[in-house]
C-alpha cells in the first residue's frame, strides 16, 4: 500500500468502515441508517465525507476502493 493508501486508510474512523460493509451489501440508505442507529441524511453526509476523504465522486467507487484494500 502506497503513502497516499495508508493515509487515506487511517483518515477513515471504525464507523466509515461500517457504513461502507453495509453499503457493499447493496443496502438502501435508510435501511444503512437504522442499522448505523443515525437518519438518513447522517449516512449521505458521513458517504459524502468519505468519498472526500478518499479522492472519488460516487459511493460505488468508495466501497470498490475499500473492498480491493480488504476493509469490507
Same mark, same amino acid.
Given at each position: 500500500?502506497?503513502?497516499? !493508501?495508508? #493515509?487515506? +486508510? ?9 457504513? *461502507?460493509?453495509?453499503? &457493499? ?13 443515525? !437518519?438518513? #441524511?447522517? +449516512? ?9 476523504? *478518499?479522492?472519488?465522486? &460516487? ?14
Amino acid at each position: 500500500m502506497g503513502e497516499a !493508501s495508508t #493515509r487515506q +486508510v487511517t483518515a477513515l474512523s471504525c464507523q466509515d468502515v461500517e457504513l *461502507l460493509r453495509l453499503l &457493499a451489501q447493496g443496502l438502501p440508505l435508510c435501511s444503512v441508517a437504522r442499522r448505523l442507529r443515525t !437518519s438518513e #441524511r447522517t +449516512v449521505r453526509r458521513r458517504t459524502r465525507v468519505i468519498c472526500d476523504r *478518499l479522492g472519488v465522486s &460516487a459511493p460505488i467507487q468508495a466501497v470498490v476502493w475499500a473492498a480491493q484494500r480488504g476493509l469490507v
